[in-house]
């Protein structure tokens, strides 16, 4: 697969069980608890001081077993339907006992979440999750079940104060309507990150006349930091939430060689452009930019060698995915369709006839004569518009969103739902998000998500107020650091196949202290260059002016829910204070800086 990284079985160890851990039984029986099937994660055992904290707040996830296999095994005779092919072309991937995309590899085998306790289409978002309140999830969650934070939760990067007294005043209905309108949305945080990093906004003809030669990679430098400062600071929060997915889905690296000139105006004028816009629009701008035609090899294409690599990520990842039935002729033909589309010496798309390769052509049903050079590119846009309707395109790119917004092993109906509406609406995503909205899985799934590492970082600069100050483009450039650091930078994935987007793939000791550690870094204001909230001031008035109260008013500031008895009594010994011990210093003599990161550490601000 052009630049993917090389397939193969990859064990995932699956460590101690706890109250939800996964027994030896369990193991040798190749059997795994119901809530596995979901992504939920588990809780730690509980532990002594800070450790019994974070225990008995669920912090840390469980391993999952898991086998990764993502390459396809080219079999003949009987798999491929033609007892006469021996080489392989019409071998179809899934017979040949490949995943349907590399996410499902880490779920396959913890079973199927199709009960989610609730399900069906309801009139509004609104009535959809009060059907949800109503109904018992399949798999409980610590989470509250306050629809208005499991929304801020999944259609924005963390709820803050902020964002929760927006949504209660709005509704649901009407603060999803404005979301789903970007442009009415006043938006002071993302346009003060846009004008921080000027290259942001000029084409590639700009840029080749403007970056010395010897800073070419500061475009793609400011993309990453903008990237992370977006998510942290713009009100148009569920349009960056869908930047992130289908950057994700159409994924070029930042930075990639040959893109120091185009791959901030691929984040601008293919993806932030369609977003909320067809995804047909999409493709068929991807297939026309030069970011895309150089790092899948398309540019390099010639009729009289012809690159694959374009073709087959074009099937297997763009579109009707790897079960969406193609085989290798599809591939191969969808790549003699795709020559011609390069880039000139100034770095801009053409479509040079001269280099098209002609002859009949057959993809998934889809057949051109092909027989004129300079009528190639028209013929590649009937493709591409034939593949972005297909009913395998609409499944596929359904579960990816079901899986991005509801739980990592979404219900099958749901998918159907989805699918049905994304092609009824010509692959309108904003049609696709009113049908995911108004579905009570997607209410009742509170908990069944975890966030990565970018987003735990982004979320807790969210909620503990972090803004930008004196120096907030190294600050931002610290955060970056720290998310690659991680294995999470915005836009920095190499395969071309996306981040993974469900909980085991993302389950270390290294990710989850990394996580830890940043959230003392915020609170305690030892990242420079940005506005800090003083940790004493995280919390809002401890009315009884109790320890008990203090512990009730941080942890409602910093998670918006209460404690439950047993962990707030681990964190009343943490903090070596009783219950109903005065506290008078909202400092606590220093508890605070302490108390908070113990909160982010746990299992309710690592969930989402």
């Given at each position: 697969m052009?630049?993917?990284?090389?397939?193969g079985?990859?064990?995932?160890?699956?460590l101690?069980?706890g109250?939800?851990?996964?027994?030896?039984?369990e193991?040798q029986?190749?059997?795994?608890?119901?809530?596995?099937?979901a992504?939920r994660?588990?809780?730690?055992r509980?532990?002594?001081?800070?450790?019994?904290?974070?225990?008995?707040?669920?912090?840390?996830a469980?391993?999952?077993?898991?086998?990764?296999?993502?390459?396809?095994?080219?079999?003949?005779?009987?798999?491929?339907?033609?007892p006469?092919?021996?080489?392989?072309a019409?071998?179809?991937?899934?017979?040949?006992?490949?995943?349907?995309?590399?996410?499902?590899s880490?779920?396959?085998?913890?079973?199927?979440?199709?009960?989610?306790?609730?399900?069906?289409?309801?009139?509004?978002?609104?009535?959809?999750?009060?059907?949800?309140?109503?109904?018992?999830?399949?798999?409980?969650?610590?989470?509250?079940?306050?629809?208005?934070?499991?929304?801020?939760?999944?259609?924005?990067?963390g709820?803050?104060?902020?964002?929760?007294?927006?949504?209660k005043?709005?509704?649901?209905?009407?603060?999803?309507?404005?979301?789903?309108?970007p442009?009415t949305v006043?938006?002071?945080?993302?346009?003060?990150?846009?004008?921080?990093?000027p290259?942001?906004?000029?084409?590639?003809?700009?840029?080749?006349r403007?970056?010395?030669?010897?800073?070419?990679?500061?475009?793609?430098?400011?993309?990453?930091?903008?990237?992370?400062g977006r998510?942290i600071?713009?009100?148009?929060?569920l349009q960056?939430?869908?930047?992130?997915?289908?950057?994700?889905?159409?994924n070029?690296?930042n930075?990639?060689?040959g893109?120091?000139?185009?791959?901030?105006?691929?984040?601008?004028?293919?993806?932030?452009?369609?977003?909320?816009?067809?995804?047909?629009d999409?493709?068929?701008?991807?297939?026309?930019?030069?970011a895309?035609?150089?790092?899948?090899?398309?540019?390099?294409?010639?009729?009289?060698?012809?690159?694959e690599?374009?073709?087959?990520?074009?099937l297997?990842?763009?579109?009707?995915g790897?079960?969406?039935?193609?085989?290798?002729?599809?591939?191969?033909?969808?790549?003699?369709?795709?020559t011609?589309?390069?880039?000139d010496?100034?770095?801009?798309?053409?479509?040079?006839?001269?280099?098209?390769?002609?002859g009949?052509?057959?993809?998934?049903?889809?057949?051109h004569p092909n027989k004129k050079?300079?009528?190639?590119?028209?013929?590649g846009?009937q493709?591409?518009a034939?593949?972005?309707?297909?009913?395998?395109?609409?499944?596929y790119?359904?579960?990816k969103?079901?899986?991005?917004?509801?739980?990592?092993?979404?219900?099958?109906?749901?998918?159907?739902r989805?699918?049905?509406?994304?092609?009824e609406?010509?692959?309108?995503t904003?049609?696709?998000l009113?049908?995911?909205?108004?579905s009570?899985?997607?209410?009742?799934?509170?908990?069944?998500?975890t966030?990565?590492?970018?987003?735990?970082?982004?979320?807790?600069?969210?909620?503990?107020?972090?803004?930008?100050?004196?120096?907030?483009?190294?600050?931002?450039?610290?955060?970056?650091n720290?998310?690659d650091?991680?294995?999470?930078a915005?836009?920095?994935?190499?395969?071309?196949?996306g981040?993974p987007d469900?909980?085991?793939?993302?389950?270390?000791?290294h990710g989850m202290?990394?996580?830890?550690?940043?959230?003392?870094?915020?609170?305690?204001?030892k990242?420079?260059?940005l506005?800090y909230?003083?940790?004493a001031?995280l919390?809002a008035a401890n009315?009884s002016?109790?320890?008990?109260?203090?512990?009730?008013?941080m942890?409602?500031?910093?998670?918006f829910?209460p404690?439950s008895?047993e962990?707030?009594a681990?964190?009343?010994?943490?903090?070596?204070?009783?219950?109903?011990?005065?506290?008078?210093?909202?400092?606590?003599?220093?508890?605070?800086?302490?108390?908070?990161?113990?909160?982010l550490?746990?299992?309710?601000?690592?969930?989402?």
């Amino acid at each position: 697969m052009g630049k993917r990284r090389a397939g193969g079985s990859e064990a995932k160890v699956v460590l101690g069980a706890g109250a939800h851990g996964v027994s030896s039984k369990e193991r040798q029986a190749g059997t795994l608890p119901a809530w596995l099937a979901a992504g939920r994660p588990s809780l730690h055992r509980l532990m002594r001081n800070r450790r019994g904290a974070l225990a008995a707040f669920g912090a840390g996830a469980v391993g999952l077993a898991a086998a990764s296999s993502t390459m396809a095994v080219l079999l003949a005779d009987e798999a491929s339907g033609r007892p006469d092919d021996t080489t392989g072309a019409q071998q179809v991937p899934q017979k040949a006992g490949s995943f349907t995309n590399r996410d499902a590899s880490y779920t396959a085998g913890t079973g199927d979440a199709n009960d989610l306790g609730a399900g069906g289409l309801a009139a509004t978002p609104t009535a959809a999750a009060q059907a949800a309140l109503a109904a018992t999830p399949r798999y409980p969650t610590p989470l509250t079940r306050d629809p208005v934070l499991h929304l801020l939760r999944r259609a924005t990067f963390g709820p803050t104060p902020d964002s929760v007294s927006e949504v209660k005043q709005l509704g649901i209905d009407a603060w999803l309507d404005r979301q789903l309108a970007p442009d009415t949305v006043s938006d002071p945080g993302g346009d003060a990150v846009n004008k921080l990093y000027p290259y942001l906004t000029m084409s590639i003809e700009q840029l080749r006349r403007s970056v010395p030669d010897d800073k070419r990679n500061d475009p793609s430098f400011q993309l990453g930091r903008a990237t992370i400062g977006r998510q942290i600071w713009t009100s148009r929060q569920l349009q960056e939430v869908m930047v992130d997915f289908w950057a994700n889905h159409l994924n070029i690296q930042n930075p990639f060689d040959g893109g120091w000139d185009n791959r901030t105006d691929w984040d601008r004028t293919v993806i932030r452009a369609h977003a909320l816009g067809r995804f047909s629009d999409m493709l068929s701008a991807s297939a026309r930019h030069p970011a895309m035609l150089r790092y899948l090899d398309n540019a390099a294409s010639d009729k009289r060698s012809v690159n694959e690599n374009y073709g087959r990520e074009l099937l297997e990842l763009h579109t009707v995915g790897i079960d969406g039935g193609y085989s290798e002729t599809d591939v191969r033909n969808c790549a003699y369709v795709m020559t011609g589309r390069t880039v000139d010496r100034n770095g801009a798309f053409v479509f040079d006839s001269k280099r098209h390769w002609t002859g009949a052509v057959t993809v998934m049903g889809f057949s051109h004569p092909n027989k004129k050079a300079s009528e190639g590119l028209a013929v590649g846009d009937q493709l591409l518009a034939y593949l972005a309707t297909h009913p395998s395109t609409a499944k596929y790119i359904a579960r990816k969103l079901a899986v991005r917004f509801v739980c990592d092993n979404p219900p099958a109906a749901l998918v159907e739902r989805l699918a049905a509406a994304y092609l009824e609406s010509g692959t309108d995503t904003k049609a696709v998000l009113g049908v995911l909205f108004r579905s009570v899985e997607f209410w009742i799934a509170t908990g069944l998500k975890t966030r990565r590492p970018l987003e735990n970082i982004v979320a807790t600069a969210r909620v503990v107020g972090l803004s930008p100050g004196a120096g907030t483009d190294p600050a931002l450039e610290n955060l970056y650091n720290t998310a690659d650091r991680l294995g999470h930078a915005p836009l920095a994935w190499s395969p071309p196949d996306g981040y993974p987007d469900v909980a085991a793939a993302w389950q270390s000791a290294h990710g989850m202290l990394g996580v830890w550690n940043c959230h003392r870094v915020m609170v305690q204001g030892k990242m420079r260059g940005l506005t800090y909230v003083p940790a004493a001031q995280l919390m809002a008035a401890n009315a009884s002016g109790t320890a008990g109260g203090y512990i009730d008013a941080m942890s409602q500031r910093l998670v918006f829910q209460p404690l439950s008895a047993e962990q707030k009594a681990v964190v009343l010994k943490f903090l070596d204070l009783a219950e109903g011990a005065r506290v008078t210093d909202p400092k606590t003599g220093g508890r605070a800086e302490q108390l908070a990161p113990l909160l982010l550490d746990s299992v309710y601000h690592g969930l989402r």
